[in-house]
T-cell receptor, first 114, second 109 residues
Framework: ETGVTQTPRHLVMGMTNKKSLKCEQHLGHNAMYWYKQSAKKPLELMFVYNFKEQTENNSVPSRFSPECPNSSHLFLHLHTLQPEDSALYLC?????????????FGPGTRLLVL | GQNIDQPTEMTATEGAIVQINCTYQ??????LFWYQQHAGEAPTFLSYNVLDGFEEKGRFSSFLSRSKGYSYLLLKELQMKDSASYLCAFMDSNYQLIWGAGTKLIIKP
């Protein structure tokens, strides 16, 4: 299944580093999402883009900065992260936001902040 | 308020049947989803229910009762590859998915 791809799959970074996560969807969808998944916790929605416009930011700290240059690509720029930000970051897409649409997920980036 | 609950972990035997329950509370409802997630992999869509009743899809089936705020996922003829986490999520009135913490299913031979 290569509908939604994410790179890198694993990332280790120090608290002073700057890195970016990339997501690409090949499904022709118009909505893209970033989620954070921590062990034994529910998925936390971070950001939503619909037709390249950011529609939601769920009180995410400014050290996380999303970018959506087109409907197929989504980035998450990271800087001065904290150890508690270590988690699995999942990207998802759906046909559009605001309807009863199924979301399709990428395999995630496992992030470790030292 | 909104909340959703599912068991943390369940164990079942290969070849058997297991039912994973999910209860939720919300004022606005646009359907309930089940996803399967193997360790280190993407959650994959299993089922969507928006009307009351039972929907069968091969070895996996799902049930919804909106009046009771209750759903379950039924897995039949369990195979070792079914060992995974099963995520329940409802879609609220803003079309946002509210997720449970997942049920880790362990299949024993």
């Amino acid at each position: 299944e290569t509908g939604v791809t994410q790179t890198p799959r694993h990332l280790v970074m120090g608290m002073t580093n700057k890195k970016s996560l990339k997501c690409e969807q090949h499904l022709g969808h118009n909505a893209m999402y970033w989620y954070k998944q921590s062990a034994k916790k529910p998925l936390e929605l971070m950001f939503v883009y619909n037709f390249k416009e950011q529609t939601e930011n769920n009180s995410v700290p400014s050290r996380f900065s999303p970018e959506c240059p087109n409907s197929s690509h989504l980035f998450l720029h990271l800087h001065t992260l904290q150890p508690e930000d270590s988690a699995l970051y999942l990207c998802a897409s759906s046909p559009k936001r605001g309807d009863q649409e199924t979301q399709y997920f990428g395999p995630g980036t496992r992030l470790l902040v030292l | 308020g909104q909340n959703i609950d599912q068991p943390t972990e369940m164990t079942a035997t290969e070849g058997a049947i297991v039912q994973i329950n999910c209860t939720y509370q919300t004022s606005g409802f646009n359907g309930l989803f089940w996803y399967q997630q193997h360790a280190g992999e993407a959650p994959t869509f299993l089922s969507y229910n928006v009307l009351d009743g039972f929907e069968e899809k091969g070895r996996f089936s799902s049930f919804l009762s909106r009046s009771k705020g209750y759903s379950y996922l039924l897995l039949k003829e369990l195979q070792m590859k079914d060992s995974a986490s099963y995520l329940c999520a409802f879609m609220d009135s803003n079309y946002q998915l509210i997720w449970g913490a997942g049920t880790k299913l362990i299949i024993k031979p």
